[in-house]
């Protein structure tokens, strides 16, 4: 059965690092997203993307995060100067269609450790 | 803000025991309301996209039922065995959005031999 996968499973870094984490979505499916949890509190919304290029994205998205997808399959986030507060299990996800009802399937997270 | 809410927020059951839990979400400028399964390490799986009032859906022992005028969706697990222990979570798509999707807290759920 089609999965989306994610690298690293935990990544650990120093504040102010770049760290860039990747996902490859189902083959076939065109929407892609950005969650994480921070420990303790809910799941929250960072991105989605669509024929390369941000869809949507939230407050919490500013300039120190950015999403790319390089080739026909993956599909990255990158935090450029990272903070103590982004530590958090970060989810990607993926949807064949746009419409809000279509299943998002997700990933199993990175964990994000920021020292 | 969107707010999204579920409870409770654990519960403990022993099996044979059925259960149920409640999600609310914003009523107005609805669109789907999703049912996640979420165990630790896993990735959270889908259980139900719902999106029409008095839509009720069914999975094996688990079913769910939804009211978007009133805003709540339940979840119920009819005999529930110590491999439901997860968390379950309930996500709102709505307003103007292209797919986000606004999480409740999650319910976690462990079931008892």
Same mark, same amino acid.
């Given at each position: 059965?089609?999965?989306?996968?994610?690298?690293?499973?935990?990544?650990?870094?120093?504040?102010?690092?770049?760290?860039? *984490?990747?996902?490859?979505?189902?083959?076939?499916? *065109?929407?892609?997203?950005?969650?994480?949890?921070? *420990?303790?509190?809910?799941?929250?919304?960072?991105?989605?993307?669509?024929?390369?290029?941000?869809?949507?994205?939230?407050?919490? !998205?500013?300039?120190?995060?950015?999403?790319?997808?390089?080739?026909?399959?993956?599909?990255?986030?990158?935090?450029?100067?990272?903070?103590?507060?982004?530590?958090?299990?970060?989810?990607?996800?993926?949807?064949?269609?746009?419409?809000?009802?279509?299943?998002?399937? !997700?990933?199993?997270?990175?964990? *994000?450790?920021?020292? | 803000?969107?707010?999204?809410?579920?409870?409770?927020?654990?519960?403990?059951?022993?099996?044979?025991?059925?259960?149920?839990?409640?999600?609310?979400?914003?009523?107005?400028?609805?669109?789907?309301?999703?049912?996640?399964?979420?165990?630790?390490?896993?990735?959270?799986?889908?259980?139900?996209?719902?999106?029409?009032?008095?839509?009720?859906?069914?999975?094996?022992?688990?079913?769910?039922?939804?009211?978007?005028?009133?805003?709540?969706?339940?979840?119920?697990?009819?005999?529930?065995?110590?491999?439901?222990?997860?968390?379950?979570?309930?996500?709102?798509?709505?307003?103007?959005?292209?797919?986000?999707?606004?999480?409740?807290?999650?319910?976690?759920?462990?079931?008892?031999?």
């Amino acid at each position: 059965e089609p999965e989306v996968t994610q690298t690293p499973s935990h990544q650990v870094t120093q504040m102010g690092q770049e760290v860039i *984490l990747r996902c490859v979505p189902i083959s076939n499916h *065109l929407y892609f997203y950005w969650y994480r949890q921070i *420990l303790g509190q809910k799941v929250e919304f960072l991105v989605s993307f669509y024929n390369n290029e941000i869809s949507e994205k939230s407050e919490i !998205f500013d300039d120190q995060f950015s999403v790319e997808r390089p080739d026909g399959s993956n599909f990255t986030l990158k935090i450029r100067s990272t903070k103590l507060e982004d530590s958090a299990m970060y989810f990607c996800a993926s949807s064949g269609t746009s419409v809000s009802y279509n299943e998002q399937f !997700f990933g199993p997270g990175t964990r *994000l450790t920021v020292l | 803000i969107l707010n999204v809410e579920q409870s409770p927020q654990s519960l403990h059951v022993q099996e044979g025991d059925s259960t149920n839990f409640t999600c609310s979400f914003p009523s107005s400028n609805f669109y789907a309301l999703h049912w996640y399964r979420w165990e630790t390490a896993k990735s959270p799986e889908a259980l139900f996209v719902m999106t029409l009032n008095g839509d009720e859906k069914k999975k094996g022992r688990i079913s769910a039922t939804l009211n978007t005028k009133e805003g709540y969706s339940y979840l119920y697990i009819k005999g529930s065995q110590p491999e439901d222990s997860a968390t379950y979570l309930c996500a709102y798509a709505g307003g103007t959005s292209y797919g986000k999707l606004t999480f409740g807290q999650g319910t976690i759920l462990t079931v008892h031999p």
